[in-house]
């Protein structure tokens, strides 16, 4: 594998595949199963769940959460890559903060689609 450099790699995901015989066997044996009455029935099964998922995503509607807590936060910041993972940080501290003030009933409406956790 080439490596990037590093004002390069900071802004793509690099990925790995398994080249071995035995990966490709196994790769063949999955495209013949799709070919057999198992395999359409599955992937028909398979497009069900899908449409059904993507109906469900139509349904949500985007939140704004106030993190209290969000200037007492700390992020690693020694490489410039830093810059893009932190926003990727956040998004995954407020994911959870609203995960978890959903499952708590904590959670107040401030105003329309923004929402806090209520500090006491």
């Known amino acids: 594998m080439t490596s990037l450099p590093n004002w390069t790699s900071n802004r793509c995901l690099v990925l790995t595949i398994n080249e071995s015989r035995e990966q490709t066997r196994e790769i063949h044996v999955r495209q013949r199963m799709k ?3 198992e395999g359409l029935l599955a992937e028909a099964d398979r497009q069900h769940i899908i449409e059904l998922h993507r109906n469900a995503q139509r349904l949500l509607k985007p939140v704004h959460v106030v993190n209290p807590y969000a200037e007492q936060l ?3 910041d020694n490489r410039t890559r830093m810059r893009r993972d932190h926003m990727k940080y956040l998004v995954a501290v407020a994911s959870e903060l ?3 003030l959903l499952s708590q009933g904590d959670i107040k409406n401030v ?3 923004v929402f ?4 006491e």
């Open 111 to 113: 105003s329309g689609d």
């Open 98 to 100: 609203i995960k978890g």
């Open 35 to 37: 070919q057999t009455l």
């Open 74 to 76: 700390t992020f690693m």
């Open 116 to 119: 806090t956790m209520s500090i």
